[in-house]
């Protein structure tokens, strides 16, 4: 591979004066042409219609208000069909509704109360419980009774078919 000449500090400065002198001549021609567009600005006159401003004004208003109104007459027509709902719905409708609802509390609350307070507590399930295994105990023993003494079994079979 070959190796790659490097400039000298020659070229790069009478480079670097070229650029400079492009640079400068750019500049100037645009300053000129600024200028020119300054010069032109200070002639240029602007005239206000205030007629024409106030007539978009008074039009602008218009919409505005048409708009409005709009919006009041569209408003007025929800008013209006909300009231027939809310004359359906009538207050002696929601009276005869929460009396009814009321007693039908009332009914539930009492029906829960006679339904708990008629039941039998757990006393008086042991009580029972107590009684039932005592019967089958004596049921158990008057059984085995009659099973060792067939004769009395048998006098007492005789006697219940009398």
């Known amino acids: ?3 790659q000449a490097k400039p000298k500090v020659s070229e790069l400065v009478e480079i670097l004066i070229q650029q400079m002198d492009e640079f400068q001549k750019v500049t100037k021609e645009r300053n000129e042409v600024l200028s020119n567009s300054i010069s032109k600005l200070k002639y240029l006159k602007v005239d ?9 004004k008074q039009a602008n208003r218009a919409i505005l208000i048409k708009d409005f109104e709009n919006f009041h007459t569209q408003t007025r027509k929800n008013n209006k069909e909300l009231l027939k709902a809310h004359k359906k719905v009538s207050s002696s409708k929601l ?5 009814l609802n009321t007693l039908i509390f009332l009914s539930a609350v009492t029906m829960l109360y006679v339904t708990f307070n008629g039941s039998t507590n757990k006393s008086q399930i042991e009580n029972l419980v107590q009684e039932n295994n005592r ?22 079979k005789e006697w219940v078919e009398k």
């Open 135 to 156: 019967l089958k105990r004596q049921s158990e023993s008057i059984s085995k009774f009659f099973q060792e003494h067939k004769e009395t079994d048998a006098q007492f």
């Open 1 to 3: 591979m070959a190796k």
């Open 48 to 56: 206000f219609n205030v007629a024409e401003l106030e007539a978009m």
């Open 95 to 99: 009276l005869y509704l929460t009396v």
